[in-house]
């Protein structure tokens, strides 16, 4: 089997990462190439484990017509059987390299991204996704919540659609610190400082939390409103207690040293960040929207919330005995059915159908 990978972001970011955890969990016998931008971290990654030769360039979330011919040449020449694209750019790449050579699409979405756009440019959007789904022999979901938002607004037909749901390395043995009732609370939050990711809610639950108990909140992530952000905690009066750190190489480290895992996400596909934070036994509390919840049953595995107000009750109100009862349970729920290894051991298994043509 034969496959180009394709992504136009190889930034810090969840779509990046599921990419490198495929690529590092491939079966004997694949024959693997990547078609990503040349940004850091990832793109080195992906270089470190196939090889430099395996990896074409393309543009940081653009298309161009340059790059798709270059690719549509490397299908060609290399007899590629299966282009499998990640995300909404990518997969026009993806979709348009079936019209143009013998490869057969697969693409992921990783979530519906509509929840800013208006409704001319939501009409638009989904258009041309009906369109590029008839040249689409599978799309994955990452979550079933999400298969059913899509086949909602019919963007493919319904029986090419399958749900894979994320998948993460869960560690052999956790180390974290204990909560105790009168240390503070550590908080820790991975985010984009964009629409999505909504940093201003972030911000308001530390406000909200402020004198109703201790608590470090360290929040790890880019994005062109990070000054903004960090001219807003100081204006607060949160310095003392917010750490906004921007992009580091790896958010495992900090995570064993956070008691919560905090989410102020719009919407999400499957969240890997969240999913990450549970298998190191973090609790997570997360707004309650699609993505959040498929992974928090709530007082379960988590806690979700609506609003700032609610997040910081319910942060305020979290004991050493709710903590641990939720961390472990949160942890047992990634290790019962996310795991990397049967995330991609499922999306390989349907590379291999499709690039049988077993429609």
Not at 73 to 101: D, F
Not at 177 to 195: N, Q
Not at 285 to 308: K, M, P, W
């Amino acid at each position: 089997m034969k496959v180009l990978f394709l992504t136009v972001r190889a930034d810090l970011g969840g779509g990046p990462e599921h990419l490198y955890q495929l690529l590092a969990n491939h079966p004997e016998g694949a024959e693997i190439w990547v078609g990503c931008p040349r940004d850091e971290p990832y793109f080195s990654r992906y270089a470190e484990l196939l090889g430099a030769d395996r990896i074409v360039e393309i543009p940081h979330r653009k298309f161009t017509r340059s790059a798709l011919f270059r690719l549509a040449g490397l299908v060609r020449s290399e007899g590629i059987e299966v282009v499998h694209s990640h995300g909404k750019g990518a997969g026009l790449y993806g979709r348009l390299l079936a019209a143009l050579t013998p490869a057969r699409s697969v693409h992921t979405f990783h979530g519906l991204h509509v929840g800013e756009y208006g409704k001319a440019k939501k009409a638009v959007y989904l258009a041309l996704e009906r369109a590029l789904g008839r040249l689409t022999s599978r799309a994955i979901c990452v979550a079933e919540t999400e298969a059913e938002a899509i086949r909602a607004v019919n963007m493919i037909p319904a029986g090419r659609l399958v749900t894979i749901v994320n998948g993460v390395v869960v560690p052999d043995g956790i180390e974290r610190p204990a909560l105790s009732e009168t240390g503070p609370l550590k908080i820790l939050a991975v985010s984009r400082y964009d629409h999505q990711k909504n940093p201003d809610l972030m911000i308001d639950v530390a406000a909200a939390l402020k004198g109703r108990r201790a608590f470090e909140m360290v929040v790890l992530g880019t994005g062109e409103r990070l000054e903004e952000m960090r001219a807003r905690v100081a204006a607060e009066g949160l310095g003392d207690m917010v750490d906004l750190k921007g992009g580091v190489p790896s958010s495992r480290p900090y995570m064993r040293a956070a008691h919560v895992f905090l989410s102020s996400s719009r919407w999400e596909g499957m969240p890997l960040a969240v999913l990450e934070a549970m298998s190191e036994g973090l609790c997570p509390v997360v707004t309650d929207v699609a993505g959040n919840h498929d992974l928090v049953d709530h007082d379960r595995t988590g806690l979700l919330y609506a609003g700032a107000d609610e997040a910081a009750t319910l942060l305020a109100g979290l004991g050493p005995d709710r903590f641990d009862v939720l961390s472990g349970a949160a942890r047992a729920f990634v290790e019962d059915g996310y795991s990397v290894q049967t995330m991609a051991r499922r999306t390989y298994a349907l590379l291999q159908e499709v690039a049988a043509h077993d429609d």
